[in-house]
């Protein structure tokens, strides 16, 4: 059983197209973020959301934290396929010790 | 360059044989995290250290072990592998915050032949 649960689980589309990513738990997490996965390669952190409904950009990307601080959803505007990767959401559960939990992932595949 | 170093990067093993895969955490961090990583199963959580103890435990098979040293570099053992241990195996490591963040390295590719 996954404690996040990610969708669309593959995603491929048209450079300039824009997407969204969701993250979904019936949990409760101190903090959520979101990491960016390239083949060969270990996670990399884009954004961490701490507070219920907040709303962080990095460039093309939005990011925001459900109100219940259960879900989140990431935003890509106009993707470019240097946005080609693996979206991952985890979150800081901190019911099972500060246990760190990930996503189920999302692929993205950005074609020019 | 997250600063955490694994090694080695690949390794092909037999069934039924014992390896162990390193990991050097970010200078200054105290906890290491170890995750493996399959094509059916995503990113799942196998254990924790902080400064040299055990802090959290996932879904670390009996046949899966881990101890972190006193120079805080982290070993994980794999024992009696089975094919299904083929995988890609992470190690990540965090400061202590109330925030977590996780560093990850480049990871291990393990092949069980």
């Known amino acids: 059983t996954q404690l996040l649960e990610q969708s669309p689980q593959f995603l491929s589309i048209q450079e300039g197209e824009n997407l969204t990513v969701y993250c979904n738990s019936s949990s409760v997490f101190s903090s959520l973020q979101w990491y960016r996965q390239e083949p060969g390669e270990g996670p990399v952190l884009l954004v961490t959301v701490v507070t219920g409904g907040e709303v962080k950009k990095l460039k093309r990307l939005t990011f925001q934290f459900g109100d219940a601080r259960k879900d989140s959803s990431l935003h890509i505007t106009a993707a470019q396929p240097g946005d080609t990767g693996l979206y991952l959401c985890a979150g800081d559960h901190r019911d099972t010790g500060n246990q760190f939990y990930f996503g189920t992932g999302t692929s993205l595949t950005v074609i020019p | 360059d997250s600063g955490v170093t694994q090694t080695p990067k690949h390794l092909i093993t037999a069934t039924g044989q014992r390896v162990t895969l390193r990991c050097s955490p970010r200078s200054g961090d105290l906890s290491v995290y170890w995750y493996q990583q399959s094509l059916d199963q995503g990113l799942q959580f196998l254990i924790q250290y902080y400064n040299g103890e055990e802090r959290a435990k996932g879904n670390i098979l009996e046949r899966f072990s881990a101890q972190q040293f006193p120079d805080l570099h982290s070993e994980l053992n794999l024992s009696s592998l089975e094919l299904g241990d083929s995988a890609l195996y992470f190690c990540?490591?965090?400061?202590?915050?109330?925030?977590?963040?996780?560093?990850f390295g480049q990871g291990t590719r393990l092949t069980v032949v």
């Open positions: 990540a490591s965090s400061a202590t915050s109330s925030l977590l963040v996780l560093f």
